[in-house]
């Protein structure tokens, strides 16, 4: 059930996407077909009553007004854990500046190991 649910706010994002790109392009009151040649750009055919939805939620908005706005609901929006800050936490987080560097040194190898193979992934 929440597997439908995000498949269908990501196929409304798509059109608020296209819509926002077409206005940092330069296009102040992006149209329907502008749209659709933007999402058909990219070989996502156009649901028309979606396509119309977003311009009437839009009609006459700043686009930088309404960023702004979602901006102030998001910064009261809980993200992440609460952590306590002690003494013991700053110094778990210094301790873990020498874990990072020695995880760098695997990573040098596996390059290594595929220039072994005789092809690289920018070949």
Not at 63 to 75: H, N, Q, T
Request: with cysteine; net charge negative; charged share 30%.
């Amino acid at each position: 059930m929440l597997e439908c649910h995000v498949k269908k706010s990501l196929m409304k994002m798509r059109y608020v996407a296209a819509y926002l790109l077409a206005v940092q392009g330069g296009n102040c009151s992006p149209s329907a077909k502008d749209i659709e040649k933007i999402l058909g750009s990219v070989g996502i055919e156009c649901d028309n009553e979606r396509v119309t939805k977003v311009l009437n939620e839009l009609k006459g908005k700043d686009v930088d007004e309404i960023i702004e706005a979602g901006k102030s609901k998001l910064a009261s929006v809980p993200s992440g854990g609460a952590v306590a800050s002690t003494g013991a936490g700053a110094g778990g987080a210094a301790d873990a500046a020498p874990a990072e560097e020695k995880k760098e040194a695997p990573k040098e190898e596996s390059e290594e190991s595929d220039d072994d193979m005789g092809f690289g992934l920018f070949d």
